[in-house]
């Protein structure tokens, strides 16, 4: 027996078709969508559909979950991998650190780090110039390797949302007056940006966890 699925919204439209952006099986057959999936199924995309709202870059790194969510769910740990985070220093409220983003020159970056041990979700809140409104936000998930690929090691997750922020800077009067740029201005370069510190950070992992070192260093601790 069918479970009642979308029942609620067929009794709300009075009918059994499918609202717009719904394509189940039950209405569109194998036929029918496989043109649709077809279409989907560019030799090459644009850039800004594939990294204009969304940016998300994954990754394997031979370095077991637990551990390397110990070491990401620090924030220090953004002074070894990211490429321009420097100068971690903790401000008077409890967990909000301050650093400088040499992307910047001297520009003040703000971060609180949020992490989840069960679901081994480390997100990362961040503003550049005040620590008041952390409106960018680094999404990352650690995932078991043995579950999704059959072999031991960590997938990392990490996907950034375009903010309306990034378009215009939101605290105008906190930034340095000399600044000539603003961090929406690398919105294009966040892809390949992204990346390259993915790398940074599976190379600094897989370092210490390959060489018996503790994956979160003694500086950290």
Same mark, same amino acid.
């Given at each position: 027996?069918?479970? /009642?699925? =979308?029942?609620?919204?067929?009794?709300?439209? %009075? !009918?059994?078709?499918? #609202?717009?952006?719904? +394509?189940?099986?039950?209405?569109?057959?194998?036929?029918?969508?496989?043109?649709?999936?077809?279409?989907?199924?560019?030799?090459?995309?644009?850039?800004?559909?594939?990294?204009?709202?969304?940016?998300?870059?994954?990754?394997?790194?031979?370095?077991?979950?637990?551990?390397?969510?110990?070491?990401?769910?620090?924030?220090?740990?953004?002074?070894?991998?990211?490429?321009?985070?420097?100068?971690?220093?903790?401000?008077?409220? /409890?967990? =909000?650190?301050?650093?400088?983003?040499?992307? %910047? !020159?001297?520009?003040? #970056?703000?971060?609180? +780090?949020?992490?989840?041990?069960?679901?081994?979700?480390?997100?990362?809140?961040?503003?550049?110039?005040?620590?008041?409104?952390?409106?960018?936000?680094?999404?990352?998930?650690?995932?078991?390797?043995?579950?999704?690929?059959?072999?031991?090691?960590?997938?990392?997750?990490?996907?950034?949302?375009?903010?309306?922020?990034?378009?215009?800077?939101?605290?105008?009067?906190?930034?340095?007056?000399?600044?000539?740029?603003?961090?929406?201005?690398?919105?294009?370069?966040?892809?390949?940006?992204?990346?390259?510190?993915?790398?940074?950070?599976?190379?600094?992992?897989?370092?210490?966890?390959?060489?018996?070192?503790?994956?979160?260093?003694?500086?950290?601790?």
């Amino acid at each position: 027996m069918s479970l /009642p699925a =979308l029942e609620d919204i067929a009794a709300h439209t %009075g !009918s059994t078709e499918p #609202i717009d952006g719904v +394509t189940r099986i039950e209405t569109s057959p194998r036929e029918k969508a496989t043109p649709i999936i077809m279409e989907m199924m560019h030799s090459v995309y644009p850039h800004d559909q594939v990294f204009g709202q969304y940016c998300t870059v994954n990754d394997y790194i031979d370095c077991p979950p637990d551990e390397l969510f110990a070491y990401m769910s620090d924030t220090r740990c953004l002074e070894e991998w990211t490429y321009s985070l420097r100068g971690f220093t903790e401000t008077d409220e /409890p967990g =909000l650190w301050e650093a400088y983003d040499r992307l %910047g !020159s001297e520009t003040k #970056i703000y971060t609180r +780090t949020v992490a989840s041990e069960q679901g081994r979700t480390v997100d990362y809140h961040c503003a550049w110039d005040q620590g008041k409104h952390l409106w960018m936000v680094y999404l990352m998930r650690v995932v078991d390797a043995q579950i999704v690929l059959d072999k031991p090691g960590s997938v990392v997750l990490w996907t950034n949302c375009h903010h309306p922020f990034y378009d215009r800077n939101p605290y105008p009067d906190a930034s340095p007056p000399d600044r000539p740029v603003w961090v929406g201005d690398f919105w294009e370069m966040f892809g390949p940006g992204h990346l390259l510190e993915m790398k940074n950070l599976k190379a600094i992992a897989e370092y210490r966890h390959r060489n018996g070192l503790p994956v979160t260093p003694d500086w950290m601790r």
